[in-house]
């Protein structure tokens, strides 16, 4: 889908911009900006949609966000009270060191994490703990001390090996200012109403379009239907729910929107390929290195 441009202001004379944030105003609607952007959720739950790539996330997620990478996080339906959000965000031009720093042989690593950032990374594994220590105390440090721990989070990042790539491999941006209003609002629609009924005629009023033009639209933009999208973005809670909330499969079915538990696990399968039981059992399982 097409996203709104965000102008990013640095400080004056600065080369980055880092904050820390407490509430849902750091990433609530479709957007992009030339700069790259680092994020690291302390404290919060929800989904992030990076390009064309939906998940969930929780705390102590991490990712790195390449140039003109559209991108929004949404909190959890049920948490929308100020406060419940703990993060830091640090954006800074790609170049801020000068084209040339890049180029050298000492930074040849990290320049291509940068170029794998295009599609956006997350970063798992105990690598994160370092790079969050690193990160949390960017925002409160020096002039040169924050350039310093930023090349040092870098440095981590490119030498981890628990990182992945969030976007298809052939994933290329459409931004416009309108549809990504439009989307915005249906995204809102669907995040209000995830645990309950979500009705497509009543998204596609809210955006003033007729059913079918919607439908269309919609699959034109985000690459999938409606009522995929929907059944995504129940899944993703519904793991979310398993995992971290430790329910049963079927208390997170019906917790997280669906009906009954054979829609469930049919939608389970279509969108990880496995039945809840198998992938339950595969996370069980400890991380080989």
């Known amino acids: 889908m097409r996203a709104t441009y965000e102008a990013i202001r640095f400080p004056e004379r600065s080369s980055l911009k880092c904050w820390y944030t407490s509430s849902w105003g750091f990433c609530s609607r479709w957007h992009f900006h030339a700069e790259i952007e680092i994020l690291f959720v302390e404290r919060g739950r929800g989904q992030r949609f990076v390009g064309d790539h939906v998940d969930s996330f929780c705390d102590g997620d991490l990712v790195l966000l390449g140039p003109n990478l559209p991108h929004v996080w949404f909190q959890k339906p049920s948490t929308h009270r100020m406060g419940d959000v703990r993060a830091v965000v640090v954006q800074f031009p790609e170049f801020f060191l000068g084209r040339e720093f890049w180029e050298t042989s000492e930074f040849v690593r990290m320049a291509a994490l940068i170029k ?83 009705s497509q005629p009543a998204a596609a009023a809210l955006v003033r379009m007729s059913p079918t033009t919607f439908s269309h639209f919609f699959r034109q933009k985000m690459g999938r239907t409606f009522s995929a999208h929907v059944n995504q973005l129940r899944i993703s809670h519904a793991i979310h729910l398993m995992v971290e909330e430790e329910l049963s499969i079927s208390e997170a079915a019906f ?35």
């Open 116 to 198: 794998r950032s295009r599609h956006g990374i997350f970063f798992s594994g105990a690598d994160v703990a370092d790079m969050a220590a690193l990160l949390l105390r960017v925002p409160e440090a020096g002039e040169v001390q924050r350039v310093l721990l930023l090349l040092d989070v870098l440095d981590l990042m490119a030498r981890s090996r628990d990182q992945s790539v969030l976007c298809s491999t052939d994933y290329v941006p459409k931004l416009n200012h309108l549809d990504a209003q439009r989307i915005g609002a249906v995204q809102r629609y669907i995040q209000e109403h995830l645990l309950g009924e979500i």
């Open 255 to 289: 917790a997280s929107g669906f009906n009954n538990l054979s829609t469930f696990n049919h939608q389970f399968r279509s969108v990880k390929k496995v039945p809840p039981s198998a992938f339950l059992q595969h996370l069980e399982k400890p991380n080989a290195r």
